[in-house]
């Protein structure tokens, strides 16, 4: 069996697992309790601590700093960990901590995330998969992001906000609400403007479908009806719509309300 592909300046703890074909750069700093999986690239000078897990075919790229200690007051060195897909991306200065006993125990990146240099990703987040966080975005504890979200550069995301599916966040928006799948939202702090539409043809939404999911956006935003109504009236589209029902969880589901 052929050894992993490390660099021999690199430091790794006897105690990780690391996959025989991963490449490791040189002085990169790999600690006990880390998994790595097949196929996975790492540039020089990064630190790796554990617990933490790591798929199969990510790349990383120099100078991150994933699986520290979260960055909580509270935390007193409880077994927890982070844990990260498969496929990912993930570029320079990022930063990634493990979870709290408080929540979930677990800061989780899902796979095939585009991650652009200096995210930082706090404790306890769950980021979903097909993301993409540019440049600088900056997610507090216990942030959800839906699959296929867009953060642009520099976006700020308070504790325990969630972000829907599909959404698209402006360069610099500063979120201290939930933002609704579907829906692109910009400035500080973020205020919606209409939905997703271009990202939803990509991914192939019907005309049709996107023309629901606008006329959902319009309830919501622009009826003058209050919150609870313009739900009730987009959960009877979702009876025929069915692409529309993720207003009505994601807003049932919301602790810190939704922008407005």
Request: negative net charge.
């Amino acid at each position: 069996m052929s050894e992993p592909r490390i660099h021999p300046t690199a430091v790794i703890d006897p105690k990780a697992q690391i996959a025989e074909d991963v490449r490791i750069g040189a002085f990169s700093v790999i600690g006990a309790d880390v998994v790595i999986g097949a196929g996975t690239e790492i540039g020089s000078h990064v630190t790796i601590e554990g617990p933490t897990v790591i798929g199969r075919d990510n790349r990383i790229f120099q100078f991150s700093a994933l699986g520290a200690a979260p960055q909580d007051k509270k935390y007193a060195d409880e077994p927890t960990r982070l844990v990260i897909g498969d496929r990912n991306t993930i570029r320079e200065f990022c930063t990634f901590n493990r979870g709290t006993s408080q929540d979930r125990g677990e800061t989780t990146i899902g796979s095939d995330n585009w991650i652009m240099a200096y995210v930082h990703v706090a404790h306890d987040c769950v980021v979903g998969d097909n993301t993409i966080l540019a440049n600088g975005t900056t997610l507090a504890g216990h942030v959800h992001v839906g699959d296929w979200a867009i953060l642009g550069g520099f976006t700020k995301v308070h504790q325990f906000c969630r972000i829907g599916a599909h959404s698209f966040c402006g360069m610099d928006a500063g979120l201290n609400q939930d933002l609704p799948p579907y829906v692109t939202c910009s400035g500080m702090p973020a205020k919606p403007f209409g939905i997703n539409s271009e990202g939803l043809r990509r991914r192939n939404f019907s005309a049709e479908q996107i023309r629901n999911i606008k006329r959902a956006y319009k309830l919501l935003y622009r009826s003058g009806l209050r919150l609870e109504e313009a739900v009730a009236e987009i959960e009877r589209m979702a009876r025929d719509n069915p692409e529309v029902q993720p207003f009505v969880e994601f807003s049932a589901a919301s602790e810190r309300g939704i922008i407005r």
